[in-house]
């Protein structure tokens, strides 16, 4: 008994002497990662990598020893390779910590790389064990060099605001919350198209020190959606088609719209809820059609028009129905016509109900697509008006 | 020694210079030993000895004994000579409660050394022992390492006699049996088997009796002693005998169909077969409603999680797992970790070994100096090691933790078994991630699933399962549902039917 403790203890400490801790790296030691930009390089053929890097000691504050520096809570620095590897690994010449990948929130690419094609950027973020698959992806118009190193957002580290951003992104449902999950599902489909968030830098922000020059801090938006055909980006959508790209994608519940008075005057705001989006296809002449029947309750809930709830009821229901019905057709039209791209995943809905005729279409199912007929059917009941029956008024 | 022994083994002599010849050879002239000479009646032809010890025997005994030999025999006219008898001389004369002839040498002495007196008494004969301990013993207190809000408050002490007497109190079962041994050649500590007979296996009892037998040791000072030699895994870390101070305990395992062994000069009792489990439970469960005690019985299981796992969790999921902290958090930890030039493993050793020292100093000082040892100790390590920048404030709350989280658990020694396990988990943790971890704690894991205490499974009744078990395991069940003692007990049913208490229906008219 006592040799074989002796051994087991010899074979651990030679095992425990040999293996020298080998996989260790502290917390502290790690070049935290919280948004990536990518762009193509000023050379042919080089890849632009810009990456916001967190420094945690100034990202928190003093939690025990003091630390020191008051600087950025980010420190943003950019390299560029052949490859997108290359890059990462030529930000070890100046960066003094090993970079480190899977707290990243989010992944922006500048348009013209977007549009040259996307398929090594999906591969490589999708093959590396440190990355995650629920990092957001966005395209954005700008310099995403400059986007990343923007300070952006309530939360002390950008990277972290867009993340929030994307998060309740159903708020305003302007902008699609498209992670690497989604992408690499749209990329390897034989029948969906990728759809991304388009994100931007408005002057937005007010600076408290100098209010008098207006808006003029750059902050960053979702603003709609980059359509992609295949692994090139061919186009934008408008927040209002992204909208209805929303009820197909994300199964977006509620929103609001405002609408005209039916008797002319002011706006009324309405919020829908509990939106339901159905995609009905079939088949007829070889050719598919496709009816889209939307339900939908209402509230109102900022009225500007005159008259009692019960007399603009039934045309404001018709008003907001039009509404919905515009965007959805925007959001097909963009689909079937613009781009000829199936993002809206109608191609899954179709060979879901006719798995034998799918098989004849699918090689040419972004041109059978665009001859389809599409009907859109909206139906919305207005179930209150809130606490007003009427519009807030002097007698 | 064998002289010696012969010497033991020798019949009594009726001629009373023999006898003391023989004794005072043996015992020597030890101060404490006392020799009163007495005549018989008065009768100077019958003249007698009492020895006993100073201190342990009680001395108002002896006057009762010499009063009843001396004065009462003459008052009450009796002839010497009718008492020559030893038999005669006990059951006419003696006034004592306990009062037994003695036969050879050897039982005499062990009378005399065990606190009572031997009387011996020319022409009669045999010797008499008269049971006169005395010693004086700590009071009946509450045990101080197994503390309770609700229950009884007292304690064993180190009168083995009224330690069995406090169990007995609560269970006046004419079943329950106390068998009597004697253990060291030299200390010759007296120990008693307790059990109920129909609720403890026969062969467990024999078990427990053939162990007891078996120990061949110079002496037995403390039940410790007693529990290393008859444990069924001697290299492992874990407890497999329970010890309690509290007779409440023993009363309940005596009942569960347990077999307790008590030891003179200790108040700590063992109590054998014993589960991991029954480590996390306490007494407490059981006296407070049965969903406070679910509640806290859960609450020390979590504890217990907590202060094996705790710290080498951190020290793996910080240095090897980041991207298993949410990211607020990781920034969090990284900035407190900013400037501490230590790896996280070594400040989580450091930090241990400190915690260690605290608590074995406050242990060990004298008790006011204690209290000052652990203020000043608390002071460095919470405030000034974080201001210096040794350590993290991350690292002080885990350490912390883990340290309330093993005071928690209601067994001191099994929370020390605990401690000493943390370490090895600690250790490859930090050297190999998740990988050491996990082949440490499976190896933990097998090795109490592999041991045995007393002939039953340490980890049941968890592992093997028993479905019936399991009602006192994790949670505690209202006492009307726990109709049945554990398994390994013979007699099963412990309560009669529907003993679920309602409100009694309006009668009808």
Known sequence: MIRVMLSALLLGGVVALAASCMGLRQINELAIVSAVGLELGEKPGTVRVSVQIIRPADARGQTGAPAGGTGEPVYSVRAEGKSIFDAIRNLGRFTSRRVYWSHNFVIVMQEKYARKGIKEMVDFFTRNHELRMDTWVAVTPDSPEELISTITGLEVVPGEAVDKLFYNNDVAGHALGSNMMNLEEAMLSGSAQPVLAKIQLQPRGISNKKPGARASINQVELAGAAAFRGDRMVGWLSPKETRGVMFFLEKLESGIEVVDCPNGGGVLTMEFKNARLRVVPSYRNGKPEFTLRLRADADMVESGCDGALGEIRDEARSKLEEELASSLRGALNKAQKTYRSDFLKLGDTFRNKYPSEWRTLRHRWNETLSEAETEVKVKVVIKSAVVKAERTNRP | MSSLQDKLNERLEPKLQDTVAIIDGILGN?????????????????????????????????????????????????????????????????????????????????????????????????????????????????????????????????NMRTNTASVRRRIKDPLLRFEALTIGTRSRTDVNIAYIRDLAKEELVEEVRKRLERIQIDAILESGYIEELIEDSPYSPFNTVQSTERPDKVASSLLEGRVAIFIDNTPVVLVVPTFFWQFIQAPDDYYNNYWVGSFFRIVRYIAFLISLLLPSVYVMIVSFHQEMIPTSLALTIASGREIVPFPVLLEALIMELAFELMREAGLRMPKPIGQAVSIVGSLIIGQAAVQAGLVSPFMVIVVAITGIASFAIPSYSSSLALRICRFPLLLASGLFGLLGFAVVFFVLLLHALSIRSFGEPYLAPASPYRPWDQRDMLLRVPFWMMDRRPEFAMDGRRMGDRQKPNTPKEEQK
Request: one cysteine or more; proline letters at 4%.
């Open chain 2, 30 to 158: 030890s101060s404490d030993l006392h020799r009163r000479e007495f005549n018989l009646c008065g009768h100077p032809d019958y003249p007698g000895i009492v020895w006993f010890l100073e201190g342990m025997a009680d001395t108002s005994i002896i006057d009762s004994i010499l009063m009843a030999l001396m004065v009462s025999a003459r008052e009450l006219n009796v002839e010497p000579a009718e008492l020559a008898n030893s038999e005669e001389l006990r059951t006419r004369m003696m006034v004592n409660a306990s009062v037994k002839n003695c036969e050879t040498i050897g039982d005499g002495i062990a009378a005399i050394l065990a606190g009572d007196s031997l009387v011996v008494i020319q022409g009669v004969d045999r010797a008499v022992i008269v049971c006169a301990k005395g010693i004086k013993e700590r009071s009946v207190e509450e045990p101080s390492s197994e503390n309770n809000v609700r229950g009884p408050r007292d304690g064993f002490n180190e």
